[in-house]
């Protein structure tokens, strides 16, 4: 057994979307969340930079003495693939980004082959989702379509099915995936799950859906299993220690939109200038 947290990170708010299935999935481990709030977006950032950033997410956690990594961020996970991480890690440890995990489920639910991701500027230009699908069913044609507007939709709360603006601009972005036809559906993007009821309405016809946290977090669940690595101490454990680099201030209202619930943790504001680069 191992009572470590487990460290998550993400641009910002979207990896909620991951705290939300640990604690579902894994209810007794404990979390440690590095939330890059004072520099995100990074969606229309260059690769170079979101490496850059990335890393220093992946040390910080490192120095908090996790057992396990999380990039519950898309834009993360389209440019820093798990063999480059582990290099950054420098121990071989479990570390999972989002695109694998969707793209093996996808890959599996998917009965005509006719898959769509939907993700921010950075993810859809980094072509990951093709190349991550084409290795396991070569067959199959992935459609990408770059949403830049949902994020700012989502973290203003605009996420429910009667929302006119949300609507429109998902017919907008969706409107060329159902062109051609897709059978399944990538939330490329860790924001997006949020919008999952609207995205089905506005379809309109049979998609599968795809929440990345939901497949990264199952695989990370069996990989800790396999290893003995879960958190069997008797200390309760699901507790989420929030760690992030803007003032904390509306953060409590962003944990209600994305955990249904609360913080149930500290959060505490850090300064990224004190993390190496
Ligand atoms: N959660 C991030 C992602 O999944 C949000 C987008 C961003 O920082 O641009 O890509």
């Known amino acids: 057994m191992n009572n470590k947290p487990i460290g998550v990170f993400d641009s910002g708010v979207g990896g909620l979307t991951a705290v939300r299935e640990l604690k579902k999935l894994l ?15 990074y ?23 996790v057992k396990a990594v999380i990039a519950a961020c ?4 389209t440019v820093l693939d798990e063999k480059a991480a582990l290099d950054i890690l420098g121990k071989d440890m479990p570390y999972t980004g989002i695109v694998l ?26 072509g990951a989702y093709g190349r991550a699908v084409r290795a396991i069913s070569p067959s199959a044609k992935v459609f990408g379509n ?3 507007l949902l994020v700012p939709l989502v973290e203003n709360g605009m996420i ?40 089905n309405d506005v379809l ?30 008797a200390d ?15 953060f409590e209202s962003v944990v209600a939109l994305f955990l249904r619930g609360e913080a149930n943790g500290k959060i505490t504001h850090i300064d990224i200038e004190s993390i190496d680069a």
């Open 101 to 126: 995990p969707a793209t093996r489920t996808a890959c599996a639910m998917s009965a005509g082959g006719r898959i769509g991701v939907i993700a921010t500027t950075a993810a859809i230009r980094s």
């Open 27 to 41: 209810p007794d481990e404990n979390i440690v969340y590095f939330g890059d709030t004072g520099r995100n977006p």
């Open 43 to 65: 969606g229309t950032r260059s690769k170079n930079t979101i490496i850059k950033y990335a890393k220093q997410a992946v040390r910080f956690l490192m120095k908090h003495d």
């Open 204 to 233: 309109g016809y049979d998609v599968t859906l795809i929440d990345p946290c939901v497949s990264a977090v199952a695989e990370l669940k069996t990989g800790l299993t396999k290893q003995g690595m879960l958190n069997e101490s």
């Open 146 to 148: 770059a949403c830049p």
């Open 160 to 199: 429910g099915v009667d929302n006119k603006i949300s609507r429109l601009v998902l017919e907008m972005y969706l409107r060329p995936l159902m062109k051609e036809e897709i059978d399944t559906l990538i939330l490329g993007c860790t924001h997006f799950p949020l919008l999952y009821d609207l995205i």
């Open 236 to 250: 309760g454990g699901g507790r989420v220690n929030y760690f992030l680099t803007d003032s904390p201030e509306n």
């Open 74 to 77: 898309g834009t993360v996970s």
